[in-house]
């Protein structure tokens, strides 16, 4: 009978009816050493290795003393495990052989990520010429990627190297499988498996964008836009980054296939702006700034609402230019004081460094000045400085291109 050895993901012991794994405070220990032995399976360890990588902390007199008894503990129980199997010592052995241990693996016993990098291999050498085989078993290897190598061990420093290399070699199998599905346009297995995928990746970027990618195919553009719309918070939150350029590219190709099939929703988009704890304007990418000036400047053609665009301008400093610990200072300053200083509704976004952009929606001239009084007021209570060099200049909305060709 055989054992089944799982790693990827959950750690499991497994013969063909019931899981031989039986953990315990009494067995912690020789699981751990019996996960160390699998994962350097094959291979000849020095025990001072052992006792670096697993008992570092432990204070002890005799380490190696130690570590023998746990390995004697360690094959009683392996010896235990296999007692109903016919084919003993066919299973897993610990040998200690010239100053070296190491586990034998026998031909009783299955273990996941031998599996896995078989398929892999397999799949690679059936790419080239025969991709039918290649995609099938490619989809054995996801099938055997349950997660993170022994994820029940997330501290463990000499797991990190081994973790990286399995982690590594899924997503790059992952990413050859979509791409021979993309080019036979299976978009919906597609967004199946890079589903999968971010339950267990979710920071890896190649993957939201054949999500996204396969979402417009199937004509799915709210559920793109959501999506990436997630993915922006995700960034933003857990690790305090803004998406990357081919990110960006994504939104722009959302928001064009929005307008192609004549999807657009201008009052959604809004909604979607001021989602969050702000109650006054809202940030956005260039980008999207643009997208929305474009749509709000067709609008305004066919009524009688006033809006505007507003140009912000660092002037010059002292020393002609500005250092970029000024510009950084500045650039978070503007951020905050717009958020507050504007009304909702109202959109701004960073041009360049030195400039930024405002749209602001249904004002009168005496509204544009208040706007201008305010935001240097507030800047001054916030930042402690006056920025008197600083120019905010306005224009319709329909007229806004000469504004910003001119300050270019």
């Known amino acids: 009978m055989k054992i089944y050895i799982t790693t990827l993901g959950e750690f499991d012991i497994r013969d063909e009816e019931k899981s031989l794994f039986n953990p315990s405070n009494r067995t912690y220990t020789l699981y751990k050493l019996l996960q160390y032995f699998i994962t350097f399976r094959n291979r000849k360890i020095l025990p001072e290795t052992i006792i670096d990588n697993l008992m570092a902390g432990n204070e002890t007199d005799d380490p190696k003393n130690v570590l023998r008894t746990q390995i004697f503990r360690l094959r009683q129980m392996l010896k235990k495990m296999e007692e ?5 010592g066919n299973h897993l052995n610990i040998i200690f052989a010239n100053g070296n241990y190491s586990l034998e693996i026998g031909d009783a016993v299955e273990i996941d990520i031998d599996a896995f990098e078989s398929m892999i291999e397999q ?6 010429h025969q ?7 490619y989809r054995q290897a996801m099938d055997i990627y349950k997660g993170t190598y022994l994820s029940q061990n997330p501290y463990e420093v000499w797991l990190v190297p081994i973790r990286n290399y399995y982690s590594r070699l899924y997503l790059n199998t992952l990413n050859k499988l979509l791409e021979i599905l993309n080019d036979q346009d299976k978009s919906d297995e597609v967004i199946k498996l890079c589903e999968r995928a971010l339950e267990m990746e979710p920071y890896e970027e190649n993957v939201h964008i054949h999500l996204l990618k396969a979402m417009l ?9 959501d999506h990436y719309e997630h993915v922006e918070r995700l960034l933003h939150k857990e690790m305090g980054l803004e998406p990357s350029p081919a990110l960006k590219s994504m939104l722009r190709k959302i928001q064009n296939h929005f307008i192609e099939k004549g999807e657009l929703d201008i009052v959604r988009l809004e909604d979607q702006l001021e989602e969050g704890p702000d109650s006054g304007a809202i940030i956005c990418e260039y980008e999207y700034f643009k997208f929305l000036y474009n749509i709000q400047k067709g609008k305004s053609l066919r009524t009688n609402v006033s809006d505007y665009v507003a140009l912000i ?10 250092d970029q610990m000024e510009i950084e200072k500045w650039s978070k300053n503007m951020t905050q004081v717009l958020a507050k200083s504007l009304r909702k509704g109202d959109v701004f976004s960073f041009w360049n460094e030195n400039q930024l952009l405002i749209m602001l ?11 201008e009084s305010r935001i240097k007021k507030n800047l001054f209570l916030y930042g402690k400085e006056s ?3 600083m120019q905010i200049k306005f224009q319709p909305i ?3 291109n000469v504004l910003l060709n001119e300050s270019l």
């Open 398 to 400: 329909q007229s806004a």
């Open 84 to 88: 109903k199997h016919t084919d003993e």
């Open 313 to 322: 301008t660092l002037g010059k400093s002292k020393a002609s230019r500005h």
């Open 131 to 137: 991709r039918n085989e290649a995609i099938e078993l």
């Open 123 to 128: 799949g690679d050498s059936k790419k080239p």
């Open 361 to 371: 929606h249904n004002i009168n001239h005496d509204g544009l000045l208040t706007v």
């Open 217 to 225: 195919k199937t004509g799915q553009s709210k559920k793109a836009m």
């Open 387 to 389: 920025y008197m060099d």
